[in-house]
């Protein structure tokens, strides 16, 4: 049975910087409440009329730059997002018409912050048995269009980003590479502790006025009960792989947590007794962008030269739903 190796990887966020003085400007909050709560110094937001597909599409066009592959080599497309373009067809289909591979496969899903780590689950699995040679995986989110930007919502709107990464997936023979694993979970039991109650197709209509008024579209969270399951859900992921392997944290290379808060990443490196040149974060530039930390923080691993042939990458998420993953990757 063949294996999934990663062979291209590449990202893209918008060029307009929002700092956390930019955001002062507009709600009662702080560059040292933010900094010192969640880590996050700027993020990148959207100019108005952009749209997930044309990010993903240059993500895209970047990863298959670095694998020196051609567009229509790719058999499949499989896109994480909690912020599609539409609520329906979704982006997936976008970007595959942006892209000009009209006929292939394209599969959006959800699973929110975890929603890279489901994809890679999937696509591996595709992989394995055969069914496609060469897939796309894509996590792009556009958050800031849909956050409260007063005070209200200040303790959502400060954490989100725009941004979308991809990597290109293929089947391979080589001994001892490509994707070891993958381990996913959810517990819906927490559904309504990091969710958007509107637009809802439970509602009549999809969203009323009274909705907009009561700011039910804004995502909404208790973030001390997320907080405390992350810092439990993402080392158990871990370890879950790790034994599934026969391997323990010693031997990881490079950790990539999803990047939700830099004291949480900061709490799973120490449960894992990682070094800190074991871990890579970016929270700082980008804040929480989702289904695309991960992918965007794995291509600027590379672009930094932070994985050799052979290294073991862990990838780690948890979030919204409650979802949470993980998966061994040996580079
Ligand atoms: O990606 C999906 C997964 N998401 C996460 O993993 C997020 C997990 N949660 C967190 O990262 C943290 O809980 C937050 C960063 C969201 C919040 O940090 P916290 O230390 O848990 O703060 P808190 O929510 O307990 O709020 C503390 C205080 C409150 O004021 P009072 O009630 O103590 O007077 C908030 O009203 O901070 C206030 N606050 C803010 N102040 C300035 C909340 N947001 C802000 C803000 N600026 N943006």
């Known amino acids: 049975m063949p294996r999934t190796a990663i062979i291209g990887t590449g ?9 956390n003085h930019d955001l002062a400007q507009w709600m009662d909050t702080s560059d040292e409440w933010i900094r010192e709560r969640t880590g996050i110094e700027e993020r990148r937001w959207v ?14 066009e970047s990863a298959l730059a670095q694998a020196g592959i051609d567009a229509d080599e790719v058999d499949a497309i499989v ?15 976008f970007l595959q018409r942006e892209l000009g591979l009209d006929g292939i496969p394209c599969l959006d899903l959800r699973a929110q912050c975890t929603g890279f780590v489901y994809g890679l689950s999937v696509a591996d699995a595709w992989i394995r048995v055969g069914q496609y040679r060469t897939i796309l995986l894509v996590g792009v989110e556009i958050q800031s269009t849909g956050l409260d930007l007063s005070t209200r919502g200040r303790d959502m709107a400060v954490l989100f980003g725009d941004g979308c990464g991809a990597v290109v997936l293929q089947a391979t023979d080589e001994a001892g590479r490509g994707v070891l694993s993958t381990h996913i979970h959810a517990d819906g039991r927490h559904a309504e502790v990091l969710w ?5 197709s439970v509602g009549h209509p999809l969203i009323s006025v009274d909705d907009l008024e009561a700011g039910r579209q804004y995502p909404r969270m208790e973030g001390r009960e997320v ?22 944290a010693d031997d990881i290379d490079l950790l990539i947590p999803h990047q939700a808060n830099l004291r949480i990443s900061q709490m799973v490196q120490k449960r894992l007794g990682l070094a800190d040149d074991r871990v890579y974060n970016n929270i700082q530039r980008y804040g929480n962008t989702t289904a695309a930390t991960i992918p965007i923080a794995l291509a600027e691993a590379v672009e930094q030269g932070r994985l050799r042939r052979g290294d073991l990458l862990c990838v780690v998420a948890f979030g919204s739903g409650f979802t949470w993953g993980s998966a061994l990757i040996r580079w």
Do not use: Y
């Open 11 to 19: 990202f893209h966020v918008p060029e307009r910087v929002v700092t």
């Open 79 to 93: 896109l994480g997002t909690l912020s599609p373009d539409h609520f329906f067809p979704g982006t997936g289909v």
């Open 196 to 200: 958007a109650d509107a637009p809802s």
């Open 47 to 60: 100019e108005d009329g952009t749209t997930g597909a044309e990010m993903a599409r240059r993500a895209c």
């Open 227 to 248: 907080f405390k399951h992350a810092v439990t859900r993402m080392p158990e992921a871990v370890h879950e792989a790790l034994d599934a392997q026969g391997l323990t």
